[in-house]
């Protein structure tokens, strides 16, 4: 029977024996770069190695540190993902900054993807690191050279950040999407159902074309793309672009919804509380409008307020409504920043504060809601919640009429 001690002394040798015929570890440990980032990706795929997402976050540092612009890219990655330690945004876009000053062109996607949102500050081992402010224009200007040389996913990024902003980079939005299309045997369905909507609203300066939108999008929803279904539904529904068929319409709703398509639980919702191709149904439209809200779809979030307001399907309470219209504002939806405008304005909900009504009406001038346009250039006039301006007020106004809204129209006659 062996002893303890020859057993022990045996794993040593053994473990010493397996370490010093580890070459590519061996090569990491002696600095060599190319082994550090070889010996991460072992650990991270799980390929030669038990997979060990923290040693490969260690030795990605490695490489990266030491200036490897591969290492950076991968670092980056785990540092954006939490992939072995804790996730850090500043220092992900840090490190892929420098990995894109090395021209590596996935790097330059992920870091235009961060700066378009912008980055709260963080640190790394111990350095500060400041935030970056969000910068649509500049992120779109890093993807523009990417996306020439034809790589599908800084097409379909640059075209989702021009569809933000359509009304000035509408005719670049439909040149890159039909130049990705017509390139592309299997394009993705993300991109059809953005190219659909270019079709059906003439976005670009060009006539509205209902009809190739439509056929557009029954590409899109073949391949099962819950919005495109959704979008269709919409179209049979109201007879845009097709014939109307409602319960087509209602049938496409729902396989969308079962898909998981917060829009085409919104509408179901809206739908159900008008009675309109179904029961009328508070209590089943909150309910629709609750699981789109739980997916962070801002529409559905505001509606949510509105339930709470009434008292729709729901108790109505008015703190619970200034919440969810305070939370679809800070999501982006620039009608829920004017419903809270004009409850601050009135009163309404909350207690009057002419300074928060000003903000919140401003907040939806500056997303182009015309009715926010309008109350903006309103209290400037009046010099209600702000200092007043008759000048900023009358174009305010003047910018409001011409995108149709009629209250701000009749200043004019």
């Not at 980032?37 to 060990?52: I, K, V």
């Not at 505001?302 to 008292?311: E, I, N």
Request: charged letters at 20%; one cysteine or more; aromatic letters at 10%.
């Amino acid at each position: 029977m062996f002893s303890k001690k020859i057993i022990f002394t045996a794993a040593i040798s053994a473990a010493v024996f397996i370490c010093l015929g580890d070459e590519v570890l061996n090569r990491a440990r002696s600095g060599d770069i190319s082994g550090q980032l070889q010996l991460a990706g072992e650990y991270f795929s799980g390929r030669n190695r038990q997979q060990n997402l923290p040693l490969a976050l260690y030795w990605f540092r490695k490489a990266a540190i030491a200036g490897n612009p591969q290492a950076q890219y991968n670092f980056a990655l785990c540092l954006l993902n939490g992939w072995g330690g804790e996730k850090n945004p500043a220092a992900a876009m840090y490190f892929f900054e420098k990995a894109m000053q090395q021209k590596i062109s996935k790097a330059a996607i992920q870091y235009a993807k961060l700066l378009f949102y912008g980055v709260e500050n963080g640190t790394f081992e111990g350095e500060d690191l400041p935030e970056i402010a969000a910068n649509p224009e500049k992120a779109m200007e890093i993807l523009r050279p990417v996306a020439a040389t034809e790589d599908p996913e800084a097409q379909l990024l640059l075209a989702g950040f021009l569809f933000s902003d359509a009304a000035n980079h509408g005719r670049e939005l439909r040149e890159l999407l039909e130049k990705y299309i017509n390139s592309t045997t299997a394009p993705e369905s993300e991109a059809l159902v953005i190219y659909a909507a270019c079709l059906r609203s003439g976005i670009g300066g060009f006539p509205p074309d209902p009809a190739a939108g439509f056929a557009v999008l029954e590409k899109a929803a073949a391949a099962k793309n819950p919005e495109a279904m959704a979008q269709l539904a919409e179209m049979f529904l109201h007879g845009f672009g097709t014939a109307a068929d409602r319960q087509k319409a209602i049938a496409l709703y729902e396989e969308a919804i079962a898909l998981g398509s917060s829009r085409a639980m919104t509408d179901m919702g809206m739908l159900k509380l008008a009675g309109f191709m179904t029961a009328h149904d508070p209590v089943g439209a909150f309910r629709y409008f609750t699981m789109a809200a739980e997916k962070n779809y801002p529409p559905a979030i505001r509606k949510m307020g509105d339930c709470y307001a009434a008292g729709i399907g729901t108790p109505q309470d008015r703190t619970k409504a200034m919440q969810y219209y305070l939370q679809a504002a800070q999501a982006g939806d620039a009608q829920a920043a004017f419903i809270l405008g004009e409850c601050f304005r009135d009163g309404r909900l909350t207690e009057k504060n002419l300074n928060a009504a000003f903000n919140f009406f401003q907040i939806s001038a500056r997303a182009g809601f015309p009715p926010g346009i309008r109350e903006t250039g309103k209290a400037l006039l009046g010099g209600h919640g702000v200092a007043a301006d008759q000048t900023l007020g009358m174009e305010l106004l003047r910018r409001a009429a011409a995108a149709g809204d009629r209250e701000a129209e009749a200043f004019f006659r």
